[in-house]
């Protein structure tokens, strides 16, 4: 069974802490994508990955960056937290075949910022 | 310039057949239209992808008109297990990665 998985559920940290969100997958998947969500907004991507140590950026890099080391690993940075980054953080991957549309994601992460 | 349209929220009752429309203007020529649902406290689930006319699967059917500017996904004789939130995904003509903003669709027994 497919499976992408999100180091946490819930992450409270304070503004200006450094932040790292991880997500592994099993699938052996080419492509690596971190979102966040927000109320009204919909899914926003922030970066995605295409292969090891490959990234762009999405609609909204600004305030992130990324790491991709392995192939089944992509890390999301929050070099200096701030509040307005407080949201939901989704990681998703998908074949290179399928290209971005079958996505599979991983359960999220809340993130708040004080 | 709005990227994506999709209506806010829709309300059912068991047993109808759901129509969502996604509107997208500005679409890339070769990219396919995908649909995701999302339940409460999970990540969006792959539905149906498609490019033009019709696609049907076990789940539900995605009608794309010839000018590719909207997309309509069909949920046939729903069930309260379908209310969720159901999203469109596009890859825009500037090669952008978009999904809508999402219609919460609420079914009633």
């Known amino acids: 069974d497919v499976k992408v998985t999100q180091s946490s559920r819930y992450l409270v940290k304070r503004t200006g802490e450094k932040v790292f969100l991880e997500c592994v997958q099993d699938?052996?998947?080419?492509?690596m994508f971190w979102y966040r969500q927000d109320p009204g907004l919909g899914l926003r991507l922030i970066y995605f990955?295409?292969?090891?140590?490959?990234?762009e950026k999405g609609d909204i890099p600004e305030g992130y960056s990324v790491s991709r080391e392995k192939k089944e690993r992509f890390s999301l940075i929050l070099e200096s937290a701030s509040t307005n980054q407080t949201s939901m953080y989704l990681c998703?991957?998908?074949?290179?075949?399928?290209?971005?549309?079958?996505?599979?994601f991983g359960p999220g992460t809340r993130l708040t910022v004080t | 310039l709005a990227k994506t349209t999709q209506p806010i929220s829709m309300d059912s009752y068991e047993g109808q057949e759901v129509n969502i429309t996604c509107s997208h203007n500005?679409?890339?020529?070769?990219?396919?239209i995908t649909w995701y649902q999302q339940f409460p406290s999970q990540g969006p689930r792959f539905i149906i992808q498609?490019?033009?006319t019709k696609v049907t699967n076990e789940v539900a059917s995605l009608f794309i008109p010839a000018d590719r500017k909207s997309s309509t996904l069909s949920l046939p004789r729903v069930s309260l297990s379908d209310t969720a939130v159901y999203y469109c995904?596009?890859?825009?003509?500037?090669?952008?990665?978009?999904f809508g903003t999402g219609t919460r669709l609420q079914v009633f027994p």
């Open positions: 998703a991957s998908s074949l290179v075949t399928g290209g971005f549309y079958e996505q599979y």
């Open positions: 699938m052996d998947h080419e492509n």
């Open positions: 990955s295409y292969d090891v140590k490959m990234k």
């Open positions: 500005n679409i890339a020529t070769n990219d396919y």
């Open positions: 498609g490019y033009k």
């Open positions: 995904l596009v890859v825009l003509y500037t090669d952008k990665l978009i």
